[in-house]
């Protein structure tokens, strides 16, 4: 079984402050995603990295996939209410399967 | 009009009965997925379906079934349902895409209390 682990689990900040997430692994995905969850409906996709050290930006969203595509991370510069959510991360194998994490649920403060 | 739907939305049940949650999906995709998830917790997948004639078990698949009615339908039954079977319950799909990405894209889930 290939675990990935996501932290913090809970994170509650203010408005304008920076973050970080985390999701990490000691097996190699071909792929990772990660998606966003608000209260009441289903993940969404935001983003899928592919290549070791690939760097993808979202606005104020910033993703990172570890040289050796065994850890991802997610940066958000200056936070919103709207950012408030459970953010997953999921890996994807050669075998074409998807592995999510639990998950860290944000919370941003006005 | 939503690619993945699910029905019903909203469910309660008593212990003991038989209840099926169903997918309805029109992205042409071939790949089906169910998944429940539990308060302040990820994902974890209980079936999944890679076409038509293809069911495999999650890491949590006692307790359920499914059934692959069509490639664009796949539901999920209960048989004998529990209260600890109390979660929210989502239905994915996916269509491999080049170089492994698998994009899984969710409906919106149906909420399911057993008493």
């Known amino acids: 079984t290939q675990l990935l682990e996501q932290s913090p689990q809970f994170l509650s900040i203010q408005e304008g402050e920076n973050l970080t997430v985390y999701c990490n692994s000691s097996?190699?995905?071909?792929?990772l995603q990660w998606y966003r969850q608000e209260p009441g409906e289903g993940p969404v996709l935001l983003v899928t990295v592919v290549t070791g050290g690939e760097v993808k930006k979202l606005k104020r969203l910033t993703f990172q996939f570890g040289d050796a595509r065994k850890d991802s991370s997610l940066h958000i510069t200056a936070a919103q209410t709207g950012d408030t959510g459970l953010y997953l991360c999921?890996?994807?194998?050669?075998?074409?399967?998807?592995?999510f994490g639990d998950g860290t649920t944000l919370t941003v403060k006005p | 009009d939503a690619d993945v739907t699910q029905t019903p939305r909203n469910r309660i049940t008593k212990t003991g009965k038989r209840i099926m949650l169903e997918c309805s999906q029109t992205?042409?995709?071939?790949?089906m997925y169910w998944y429940r998830q539990d308060p302040g917790l990820g994902l974890r997948l209980i079936y999944y379906?890679?076409?038509?004639?293809?069911?495999n078990k999650g890491e949590i698949s006692d307790g359920y079934s499914v059934s692959r009615q069509a490639q664009a339908k796949f539901s999920l039954s209960l048989e004998s349902a529990i209260p600890n079977q109390t979660a929210l319950y989502f239905c994915?799909?996916?269509?491999?895409?080049?170089?492994?990405?698998?994009?899984?894209?969710f409906g919106p889930g149906t909420r399911l209390l057993v008493l």
């Open positions: 999921a890996g994807a194998t050669q075998a074409g399967k998807s592995t």
């Open positions: 097996s190699v995905f071909s792929s």
């Open positions: 379906s890679f076409d038509v004639k293809d069911i």
């Open positions: 992205k042409g995709h071939d790949r």
């Open positions: 994915a799909t996916s269509d491999l895409g080049t170089g492994f990405q698998e994009t899984q894209y």
